[in-house]
């Protein structure tokens, strides 16, 4: 009884609420509408009421204007979640409970189309389960938290669905993070959520039915430079959780050191993962609802995470190019935007172990004329001891082979008609030598952007030996898509990079654009003939660095897919529990890099193959075997 009261209540009260809020009546008859602003939530107060093992949180959902950038830039109108008589908020209010906990949650839907309300249950959840919430009417939930997890509701209200399903447009912060704590204590944490705001499709994109849709892509409401600058201690433990609430996957990437992940879920089920399975990462993957609970211990200096998807940072998606016609696009001052966190960690960086004297080395950063089927782009050089390498330009660019604990110098040389940078893609180098130009420093000095014609001595020993890259880190819709990027080995003191037995394999896309142009092996669409002997081991270093794709390694022979033995992840070799054989396929986003090894038993032909199924580009890459 008293429920239908309220409820009748509540809608009455609600109406004139949206009445005052969007329109105010004019002496003339016309309604003009007002601004509502959505603040970003940092994600740090559970709303609601929990009192006695009970929340109870009314939540409302309405449209205001959205600041994605400065609190006082530009804005759009956007549907978004408010706790009742609260402002709005992107993400979404935060639901924060321990296990155990009765949740009872009213739904009140003050949008124009009904709404279409996902994860609001009892968790692990089923994803199929929604709740529809028409226009002006109210809906009441009651459930148990369910398991200790990260979690997320969202929903749609009208606009257009994505190729995941989830919205892309209005409704697409309609999102927000549901942690359930474990009994006891709770551990320090954050949460961040993954959005985008999107025009279009990205698939139809990437098959070259569209343009690449603008993208407001932001973390907890916020695109870079706008997003929360952390602040850490070296070597104080740093716990995140983090959760893709946007139609697409995002290879999450942190620049100077690995993290570990200690927890993954889909946002219905969240698997805690044992000691032995954890994951110790530069890049991980989230794909569509992909959640994360990691684990970090930073170094000193000034970094970066962020998505290694090039349109996921660039500076070209700010609101006033979403807005705007594709051919009015502005550029900001920012070399990025979007989905990128900065984090400070004070502290002194220890030296790293080193032997031997400083190698030098120069690479040269050149403009590449159109051949050999690729378009114009870029392409880097190596020199050292007078000598260069390679000969042609090429892409990617030629390995550069160091070793672990020997000093080196790289004098990178930068003769294009733009500034660049380039980054150490998961090597453990000092912030200033990382790449950021305007963010990586030492002391007072600040990393450099290095401008046409001008040199930058980048310093570092390696600690560790494994398959890692070097990129450039601006402007990269140009350049890195245009081919800036090559494999960097280090190999253990003593030894040598076999290039006969360690085959390099580089995914990639031609340009000139990020998501322009055939797939690439090694910067081919038709790879020379490796020769490999029975009973030798063979150690593949496979690199994904498509601006925009995720691909596909595999290794077939005569009857499908092989079995190959997994070394390491992001240049760190894994533990044994995880080196283990596996089926011969493995998914990587931009970024990410894996050691496979592998050691045929008989004669005959095998494939190395690289694939975007989505787009269904194959590069096959034959090994003959004798
Ligand atoms: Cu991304």
């Known amino acids: 009884m008293s429920k239908l009261v309220f409820r009748g209540v509540h809608g009455r009260s609600a109406l ?267 890049t991980n993957r989230l794909l569509t609802n992909g959640t994360m609970t990691t684990y970090w211990i930073p170094p000193p200096g000034h970094w970066l995470f962020h998505c290694h998807f090039v349109p996921h940072v660039s500076p070209e998606m700010t609101v006033a190019n979403a807005l705007a016609d594709k051919s009015i696009m502005q550029h900001t001052r920012d070399h990025m935007a979007g989905m990128v966190l900065g984090i400070t960690v004070t502290g002194n960086r220890p030296s790293v172990a080193s032997h031997g004297r400083t190698r030098k080395i120069r690479l040269w950063v050149r403009e590449r004329p159109a051949a050999h089927g690729l378009p114009a782009g870029f392409s880097y050089q190596l020199e050292e001891n007078h000598r260069l390498f390679p000969n042609d330009l090429t892409v990617p660019g030629p390995p550069m082979v160091l070793e672990r604990g020997q000093p080196v110098e790289i004098t990178v040389v930068n003769q294009l008609h733009e500034s660049t940078t380039v980054h150490w893609h998961s090597v453990e180098v000092e912030s200033y030598y990382d790449g950021v130009a305007g963010w990586g420093a030492r002391g007072n000095k600040v990393t450099p952007e290095i401008q046409p014609g001008r040199s930058f001595i980048v310093r570092f020993t390696p600690p560790r030996s494994g398959t890692f890259m070097y990129h450039t880190h601006l402007h990269d819709e140009e350049q890195l898509s245009g081919g800036l990027y090559g494999p960097l080995i280090v190999v253990e003191p003593g030894t040598k990079f076999d290039s006969s037995h360690e085959p390099v394999a580089v995914l990639s896309r031609a340009g000139p654009g990020p998501t322009d142009g055939p797939l690439l092996l090694n910067g081919s669409t038709n790879p020379p003939t490796l020769h490999w002997r029975v009973g030798d081991r063979y150690r593949l270093r496979l690199i994904s660095i498509a601006a925009f794709d995720g691909g596909s390694f595999s290794l077939l022979g005569a009857d499908g897919l092989l079995q190959w033995r997994a070394i390491a992840k992001d240049g760190r070799d894994l533990p044994t529990a995880q080196a283990v054989m596996q089926e011969a396929r493995q998914l990587a986003l931009a970024g990410e890099i894996y050691d496979f090894e592998y050691q045929p038993t008989v004669a005959g032909t095998l494939q190395l193959q690289v694939s975007i199924g989505i787009l269904k580009m194959k590069v096959a890459q034959q090994i003959e075997v004798q």
């Open 16 to 282: 004139a609420i949206f009445l005052l809020i969007f329109f105010i009546p004019l002496v003339s008859g016309q309604s003009l509408p007002v601004s509502v602003v959505i603040q970003a939530n940092p994600n740090r107060a559970p709303a609601g009421k929990l009192e006695k093992g009970v929340l109870t949180l009314h939540l409302e959902l309405r449209q205001g204007d959205w600041y994605p950038e400065a609190d006082a830039g530009p804005s759009m109108k956007i549907y978004a979640f408010a706790e009742e008589d609260k402002a709005l908020q992107v993400p979404g209010p935060l639901i924060r409970v321990p296990e155990g906990t009765e949740i009872h949650v009213t739904l009140h839907n003050f949008l124009p189309a009904t709404a279409v309300v996902h994860g609001l249950h009892q968790h692990p959840g089923d994803a199929k389960a929604l709740v529809e919430v028409p226009p002006q009417e109210t809906r009441e939930l009651r459930f148990t938290a369910g398991a200790a997890g990260t979690y997320q509701y969202y929903a749609s209200a009208g606009g257009t669905l994505g190729d995941s399903g989830r919205p892309i447009r209005e409704d697409s912060q309609l999102a927000g993070a549901f942690v359930v704590d474990p009994p006891g204590k709770v551990t320090p944490d954050r949460i961040f959520v993954l959005g985008i705001w999107r025009s279009g499709s990205d698939v139809a994109a990437l098959t070259g039915q569209a343009q690449l849709p603008h993208m407001i892509p932001v973390i907890n409401g916020k695109s870079w430079p706008y997003t929360e600058r952390l602040t850490y201690s070296a070597g104080e433990p740093v716990r995140w959780r983090w959760i893709n609430a946007s139609d697409g996957g995002h290879p999450m990437h942190m620049h100077g050191s690995y993290f570990r992940v200690d927890s993954a879920g889909n946002s219905e089920t969240d698997r805690v993962l044992a000691p032995e399975q954890q994951l110790t990462v530069a």
